[in-house]
């Protein structure tokens, strides 16, 4: 059965629901940093009264190069996560890897998010969902729309009925990925929609040691999605993208976020 509306902590995704975001920097790169986005994200959000959750990955396991920075690892990340929700009562999402990456960070994590590569995985579907948190499985960049409610029927077996699916671009031969919109609307049939308009606009690989891309269609992208339909948007953002240890052809710069918010909230009320 379709899941018609999701929840992190008391925001709540899907039919009838304001959009939300979910927004942080790709990557932990340091205590500081993390609680400094976190802190000049917040505001924004509120002051638009857009229900935000925050994430940020502690580990990058599928960097292009083996020496690229893959952040802090499990247990620097759950003190990090820990303050993000206490000092600022935000909830928080990241990414996870391996089954045993659940237990520890449940106590900690809102959401537990699968990533793309990653979206057939039983096991990992499964200890997300026996969690009874929220699981948000990014759509694999080779899968169809409708080939995702296998996902989504595992995490359900387990009596978990609280899942978001995310739509981060399809491969097109070799270092692109496209967009086709028409996938919104397609997966809404299986479970509340949340579109990635950062990594949407990654060039895998096109930056021979690192992934490549470009920002500039970031705020297309997003816009397209709106109109689209979809529940919430996944922004990857960041004080100084140029210098960020991660993604940093594809995250937004934070002094164009709460414009680009703005305009995706204007949108979202013009719709019928």
Known sequence: MAIKCAQIDKVKIGAGQPLAIIAGPCVIESRDHTLKMADAIAPICRRLDVPLVFKASFDKANRTSANAYRGPGLEKAIDIFAAIGREMGLPVTTDIHLPDQVAPLAPVIDCMQIPAFLCRQTDLLVAAANTGRCVNV?????????????????????????ALLTERGTFFGYGRLVNDMTAIPLLKQIAPTVFDATHSCQHPGAGGDKTGGNRQFIKTLALSAIAAG???????????????????????????????????????EALP
Do not use: W
């Open 138 to 162: 990014k759509k694999g960049q080779f899968m169809a729309p409708e080939q995702m409610g296998p996902a989504i029927k595992k995490i359900q077996a387990t009596g978990n009925d609280n």
């Open 230 to 268: 979809a529940d919430a948007l996944f922004l990857e953002v960041h004080d100084d993208p140029d210098s960020a240890m991660s993604d940093a052809a594809t995250q937004l710069p934070l002094d164009l976020f709460e414009s680009l918010l703005q305009d995706c909230c204007r949108l979202r």
